[in-house]
């Protein structure tokens, strides 16, 4: 299985289908969204082609492929436009014998870890700021913001794979990658 990472969206249509296009030529199974779907957030500049209408049609229009968490952008009046459920704080998925913790970040994260065992994943975002690490023998994995990175880094998804977790800018190169081993 290989699942496609993408973080941040902040309701910008354009940065979506560049994403949704690597999406494609990634031939990923599923596309976990990991929260700040359609609100840019008030301390967020407004992003490149916002349209949260649009941003949420195309990504219904996928809704099956989607698994998705909140972010703190996130609310129950966005839930109530998209159809796969986005309100839950987090949620686990089990892939390789090993539990994928998938989360917004802005409640856990690398300073309020989950209960996770050695190799276990903790895949957030929040920070818009690509991250491939390990913390206590637990992977902590954020594949970046596809709209609106920061410190000068590019925009980015994650792509789990076998064995390996890859970050990747929307040109499609490679820009981070860690072998998961356990």
Known sequence: MKLFFISDIHGSIYYLKKALKRFEEEKADYIVI??????HGARNPLPLEY?????FALLNS???KIIAVRG???SEVDEMVVNFP????YSNILYNN????????HIYNETNMPPL???DMLIQGHTHIPRLDKKDNVYVVNPGSITLPKEDNPHTFGILEGSSFKIKTLE???FKEIIIIG
């Not at 349209?51 to 941003?55: A, G, Q």
């Not at 986005?86 to 704080?89: L, P, R």
């Open 62 to 64: 996928i809704g099956h």
């Open 172 to 174: 499609g190169e490679i």
């Open 72 to 74: 703190n952008c996130d």
């Open 51 to 55: 349209n949260p209408k649009e941003v």
């Open 98 to 105: 090993r539990r994928v913790f998938i989360t917004h970040g």
């Open 117 to 119: 065992a050695d190799s």
């Open 34 to 39: 990991l929260g700040d779907i359609l609100y």
């Open 86 to 89: 986005i309100m839950a704080t």
